[in-house]
């Protein structure tokens, strides 16, 4: 078996994170997501998230309930060693826009760690830049 090489592992990571979030949220299907892309351990940094896999789908289930129609499109990944950055924008009809961004640790291609850090994108802003 050849080895994978480093900027290939950085691809996969990504693409891995991408498909994850896509899944889970576009797709409405975390529990696949869960079984695809997440590690036998996963720590959750998110104070409203309960640690493990079974932490993470309660708080998709609660989600989803609160906000079906929740979109979460990603505008940016980057990628460094065993971690990814995710930049996405989180919409959900008559709710504010969302600016998000999330780091996502791997171990062996699969997802064990999370952080992520929400921001309501405000109707006025002090300079003509966008959040995204």
Not at 24 to 43: I, S
Request: hydrophobic share 40%.
């Amino acid at each position: 078996m050849t080895p994978i090489s480093n900027q290939d592992q950085l691809v996969h990571n990504k693409q891995t994170v991408v498909a994850f979030y896509t899944r889970t949220f576009n797709d409405k299907d975390p529990e696949g997501a869960a079984k695809a892309y997440l590690g036998a351990h996963y720590k959750q940094h998110n104070p409203s998230a309960a640690d493990d896999v079974a932490g993470f789908l309660e708080f998709c289930r609660a989600s989803q309930a609160r906000a079906p129609q929740l979109h979460a499109e990603v505008l940016r990944v980057i990628a460094e060693g065993d971690l990814v950055f995710t930049h996405s924008r989180m919409t959900i009809p008559g709710a504010p826009t969302r600016s998000v961004m999330d780091v996502w640790r791997l171990e062996d291609g699969k997802i064990v760690e999370h952080w992520d850090a929400i921001q309501v994108v405000p109707e006025k802003s002090a300079n003509e830049n966008t959040m995204f």
